[in-house]
């Protein structure tokens, strides 16, 4: 089994070198993406969003790598959820909002998100990288904040779409591990009122023209969830209801967006039966969907050197021209 770019959080040198800085820090940090384009910054919201139950809570960055030259750094404490835009060299006018994961606890920007960005680029396509709002930081409707800040950036993408030389209707989404829930559900969902419009930007449509959920936690039923999921977005078990409500696989209808999968069968954080189901429910409604399911790959690989590393990025450049992401 390939390693886990996560498992090397577990190193005791790796947390000991963590700290905590504020957001405004944060958002210089991150732009910093070490691509050909320093990235820019884009706000999701016009006003900090309500519900934070720890609304004092500070922006904080870790750096989890112990590989020299390799970077993966992640954040949480997100009070402000905002986009790192990452155009192309070469824009042919397609986009692509990239989710990272972290179990709902943290955004892996890095081999999550910027990694993932650059080769995209290099195929024409510009891309966003969202830092979005996480249910273990405290809020008074978890379940719902992840999706909403996904469904606004959709929309904040859309407007900006003349200035970063976009076509509006060009636009897909890429989510990993608890991404890949914001990803489905954007995939299913994207017309479910997740939040009250702020502004005309919320006229727009939220749904992508393609999905491409990696190593994605979408059940939330306890038979196949990841462990985490329900304790992350309601504080304990599921309801029925809950289970009905926040599967995406129990709620794909023939407005689903087409859709991109991608698992190994060895991942031991979340059950390879969240991709096979959400694939049956997929061919079920008819939606276009491809699947690629790897022996080995363990969880976390987003993109690098490893076997399925290397593999499915290429697959999903192919799958994105096929669906006219770009031509």
């Given at each position: 089994m390939s390693l886990s770019r996560r498992d090397?959080?577990?190193?005791?040198?790796?947390?000991?070198?963590?700290?905590?800085?504020g957001a405004g820090v944060a958002t210089k940090v991150l732009a910093q993406s070490g691509s050909a384009s320093p990235g820019e910054v884009i706000g999701l919201w016009p006003h900090p969003p309500a519900g934070a139950?720890?609304?004092?809570?500070?922006?904080?960055?870790?750096?989890?790598?112990?590989?020299?030259?390799?970077?993966?750094?992640?954040?949480?404490?997100?009070l402000k959820p905002y986009m790192i835009a990452l155009p192309a060299a070469r824009p042919n006018g397609s986009a692509m909002l990239i989710i990272p994961g972290g179990s709902f606890e943290w955004n892996y920007f890095d081999h999550e998100g910027y990694h993932i960005a650059d080769v995209l680029n290099r195929a024409g396509i510009t891309c966003f990288v969202l830092i979005y709002r996480l249910a273990r930081d405290g809020w008074t409707d978890p379940a719902a904040v992840g999706p909403a800040d996904a469904q606004r950036a959709m929309r904040v993408i859309r407007a900006?779409?003349?200035?970063?030389?976009?076509?509006?209707?060009?636009?897909g989404v890429m989510g990993f591990s608890a991404g890949g829930f914001l990803t489905t559900t954007l995939a299913t969902r994207h017309s479910t009122p997740f939040y009250k419009p702020v502004d005309a930007?919320?006229?727009l449509s939220a749904r992508p023209l393609l999905t491409a959920p990696?190593?994605?936690?979408?059940?939330?039923?306890?038979?196949?969830?990841?462990?985490?999921?329900?304790?992350?977005?309601?504080?304990?078990?599921?309801?029925?209801?809950q289970i009905r409500e926040w599967s995406p696989d129990l709620n794909v209808t023939p407005a689903a967006a087409p859709t991109?999968?991608?698992?190994?069968?060895?991942?031991n954080a979340v059950p390879v039966a969240n991709t096979v189901r959400l694939r049956d429910a997929m061919v079920a409604a008819k939606i276009t969907v491809e699947t690629h399911l790897f022996a080995r790959g363990g969880h976390g690989?987003?993109?690098?050197?490893?076997?399925?590393d290397g593999l499915w990025l290429p697959l999903f450049v192919n799958f994105a021209r096929q669906e006219k992401l770009f031509v």
């Open positions: 090397l959080v577990k190193s005791p040198l790796v947390l000991a070198g963590a700290s905590a800085i139950t720890h609304p004092d809570m500070a922006e904080v960055i870790e750096q989890t790598s112990t590989s020299p030259g390799y970077s993966s750094r992640r954040t949480k404490g997100v900006n779409a003349p200035r970063f030389h976009l076509d509006p209707e060009r636009v930007t919320d006229q990696i190593y994605p936690v979408q059940s939330v039923d306890p038979a196949y969830a990841y462990g985490g999921v329900a304790p992350s977005l309601f504080g304990g078990r599921p309801t029925a209801a991109f999968l991608v698992h190994a069968e060895d991942d690989f987003g993109v690098g050197p490893g076997a399925a």
